[in-house]
């Protein structure tokens, strides 16, 4: 049985990065990236801005994962999502009917689900759902 | 390379599931079989630096390995060794290092060995360590907390593939085809058998599109080589290979830095500096052995390390060249499709077939030469960041 913990270092880290998605884009090549970091991921730039992820976007790619480890319940649908403005996000699809609703171009929307658990504490963080049109 | 490195002895073991060995017994067999294949002989004693290979240990709780572990299990504790890890490229990049311990003018005559025991796990917590969103990877980043290991990641590729360059899941199948068929004239396989395109689209969907036989399978493996000082080789062996490139390339550790999903910039990065080294173009490869550890990493792989252009891999799949009497055989052993993919033993064990088809010495599996020079390539890691290009000649 893990033991409950006082406080989970993710929650730390977790309010302006997940719950607020502040990321970076930089001033020099305008690579977009999350979360928050003092060098540029692309060209190593220190000449970066702070840029608020976008809730919605379009998916770029995703899998219809039948085999996810031992804590998800199968079908998960990770999806890479375009966002509206610029920058990505990666997440898991929730609240879909059928994996077939799900393809390249779908507009989904960022809503906040619980992700996890870390010794005992629930992680919360955002999942992407359909948008209707 | 300032200089030049020769290898002068290959040695695996059969890959599979192989529960009556341990760690050690692979690291044995794998060294005496390598000891052995040295046409004019060599004394364990004339190695001078070793560089072991080793992914699982520490990342699926089996204990983290570290250089002492090859050295006490090959009773040579006089030398210096050093555990590398590198991911999927960990086999190809202590090879690279091997060579480089070489080529710094330091070693005359060095070993590299990978081993690696995966099936001692069942495949759930075994993926789960290879990134699968097991408890390893919270703290790190929520988008980890989302079940995504090598099959999730590659899923996205494939499903891009698809989208973009018009793919099909039939073109997927035809390279598990094409690389067990290979593997049946491969003694050292896992997989031994034919497959078919109907077969593996039967198969269950593991993630969509990729079905289970589009994945390569998990495996327990060794395998080592001997490399040392070109102008030393001669008194090892008549037919030395030399080592004229080689390279290590990065890309993004978060995958939603990445750019595009029908590319790996770690691959196109490993191939230039290593065709740079070698001072050759990808057109003047013979035979590849490539990282294909689903089937539509592959048809990517083809492309990226400059054969052809992106987007005609699935017809040039499908033209038979990529077949073992192909202009381009890709993967002759069989690949990681029908071998597993033992991750420090599998570069490893495709420098030995590289070596073996440099030295014609293939038998059923043996491809045309023209030029005498071939290549190997391993990718992976989280986001598939980190490839390692290692390219052979017969000649210097």
Redesign the interface.
């Known amino acids: 049985m893990t033991q409950p913990a006082p406080a989970s270092?993710?929650f730390w880290r977790?309010n302006p990065e997940?719950f607020r998605l502040i990321g970076i884009k930089c001033k020099d090549c305008g690579?977009i990236?999350?979360?928050r970091t003092m060098i540029c991921?692309?060209c190593g730039s220190q000449n970066l801005k702070e840029y608020k992820l976008p809730k919605t976007g379009v998916i770029?790619?995703?899998?219809?994962?039948?085999?996810?480890?031992?804590?998800?319940e199968p079908p998960?649908m990770?999806v890479?999502v375009d966002l509206e403005g610029g920058g990505?996000?990666?997440?898991?699809m929730t609240e879909f009917g059928a994996?077939e609703d799900v393809k390249?171009g779908s507009k989904v929307e960022m809503v906040l689900r619980k992700?996890?658990t870390?010794r005992g504490l629930n992680?919360y963080?955002y999942k992407f759902r359909l948008v209707e049109e | 390379m300032r200089g030049k490195v020769a290898v002068i002895g290959v040695g695996m073991i059969k890959f599979g599931e192989l529960f009556e060995k341990s760690l050690e017994n692979m690291i044995q067999e794998a060294y005496l079989n390598c000891l052995k294949s040295v046409d004019k002989g060599i004394h364990p004693k004339e190695i001078k630096a070793a560089w072991f290979g080793q992914w699982s240990g520490g990342f699926i709780g089996q204990g983290t390995q570290s250089g002492h572990s090859l050295t006490s299990m090959i009773g040579n504790l006089d030398i210096p060794c050093t555990r590398i890890e590198n991911a999927c490229a960990t086999g190809s990049d202590t090879f690279r290092h091997a060579c480089l311990g070489v080529a710094s003018g330091v070693y005359d005559v060095v070993l590299a060995l990978g081993a690696e025991k995966m099936r001692d796990k069942p495949s759930a917590e075994s993926l789960g360590g290879a990134g699968g969103g097991g408890s390893a990877e919270i703290g790190i980043h929520p988008a980890w907390m989302i079940g995504q290991g090598g099959p999730a990641i590659q899923a996205m590729h494939a499903t891009r593939q698809m989208y973009e360059l018009g793919y099909s899941m039939e073109d997927f199948a035809r390279v598990a085809v094409k690389n067990h068929h290979n593997g049946t004239f491969c003694p050292y396989a896992h997989y031994q058998f034919e497959i078919t395109i109907e077969r593996v689209l039967n198969s269950p969907v593991i993630c969509w599109p990729l079905h289970l036989f589009d994945c390569c399978p998990q495996t327990d493996g060794a395998a080592a080589v001997i490399v040392c000082r070109a102008d030393l080789a001669k008194k090892y062996t008549d037919r030395p290979v030399y080592v004229v490139g080689n390279n290590v390339g990065t890309d993004h550790i978060q995958f939603w830095d990445r750019n595009s999903f029908v590319e790996q910039r770690s691959t196109i990065r490993a191939a230039r500096g290593a065709f740079e080294m070698a001072g050759i173009k990808p057109q003047d490869i013979d035979f590849a052995e490539v990282h294909d550890c689903f089937t539509n990493t592959e048809l990517m792989n083809v492309e990226d390390l400059g054969f052809i252009r992106k987007g005609e891999a699935a017809k040039r799949l499908k033209d038979g060249e990529f077949d073992l009497h192909g202009w381009l055989p890709i993967n002759p052993s069989g690949g990681l499709k029908a071998h597993g993919h033992p991750i420090a033993a599998t570069g490893l064990g495709q420098i030995f077939e590289v070596f073996t088809q440099l030295r014609e010495e293939a038998g059923k599996r043996q491809v045309k030469l023209k030029n005498g020079i071939g290549l190997q390539h391993n990718v992976g890691g989280p986001a598939f960041g980190v490839s390692v290009v290692n390219i052979l000649s017969r000649s210097l």
Request: charged share 10%; glycine share 6%; with cysteine.
């Open positions: 270092p993710l977790f997940v690579h990236s999350y979360p991921h692309e770029h790619t995703f899998c219809v994962n039948w085999a996810p480890p031992p804590t998800f998960i990770p890479m990505r996000y990666q997440g898991l994996p390249i992700l996890t870390d992680i963080g």
